[in-house]
């Protein structure tokens, strides 16, 4: 039997980031192949937190990290997220289905599977359309994944608007067994103006319509912490939590790998002085 390749595409942001990487080393120590994709900005980051270690973390490692455009131009700032993200969301059909392609035409590398980040759920239209299962991974908490499949309801209940956006102040269930939940928190709606919150409030729409695309939901959490929303969301199979691992005998960049930003240490501190 041939060694499955799992392709893995993250949002390419910190913390959507972290919790595939981990996901990406669970598979390959159970044999998988994995070729983990950032844009190049990104990218970059990833390779020089490594210490430009091209191509995983040792020369037996099982993941392959490759790059792809993003779609902006040689001028444009990167650390501009709302661009990237826009940029990446127009651009990734074409740009997904080319790097599956040149895997094939100039590695040899057949793309068994698709694992994406849910923002880019889009990316599992293009693995249906070429003939490869896909598998979504929600990197936050059930309860915001059974908030976002309560999208339909929630305009039906006049909860929020058809923008996503709350049509007034108050609380409310997504079932009787759930907690109860404030409009103020709902996530696509607080912290970006109008015009990027709806960017994001249809790029969710969008992604819950193509879950249907995969009989595979995963997410980073467990039943300990969420058996109300595990049992509003049924199909989702919770494999968390995706936490690094700080064995010393593993590897500096195997415990780095994919850690591109300083730890913020200040809540340990917190926790060890204020306790």
Known sequence: MSVPTVLVLPLP??????????????????????????????????????????GGVNRQSRIKLVSMPDGLGSDADRNNFREVFVSIKKNIPAMLEKLIEDLRLKDGIIV??????????????IASKIGIKGVVLYPASAAMLALDCS???????????????????????????????????????????????????????????TLELTEWWLCNSTPDLEPQALSYVPKLLPIGPLLRSYDDNQGVSERSLGQFLEEDLSCVQWRIYGA
Not at 112 to 125: H, I, R, Y
Not at 169 to 184: A, E, I, N, R, V
């Open 13 to 54: 942001a910190q913390g959507h980031i972290n919790p595939m990487m981990i996901l990406s080393q669970r598979l390959a120590e159970n044999g998988c192949n994995i070729i983990f994709v950032n844009n190049e900005f990104i990218h970059k980051k990833v390779l020089s937190s490594m210490g430009n270690q091209e």
């Open 112 to 125: 068994s599977c698709v694992v994406a980040d849910s923002a880019m759920a889009g990316a599992l239209k």
């Open 151 to 209: 999208i339909p309801k929630l305009i039906d209940d006049g909860i929020i608007d058809s923008n996503g956006l709350p049509v007034t102040q108050k609380t409310f269930q997504l079932s009787p067994s759930f907690p109860h939940m404030d409009t103020g928190s709902i996530w696509w709606a607080k912290g970006v103006d109008s015009v990027f919150g709806n960017v994001i409030f249809n790029n969710v729409v969008d992604a819950m319509q």
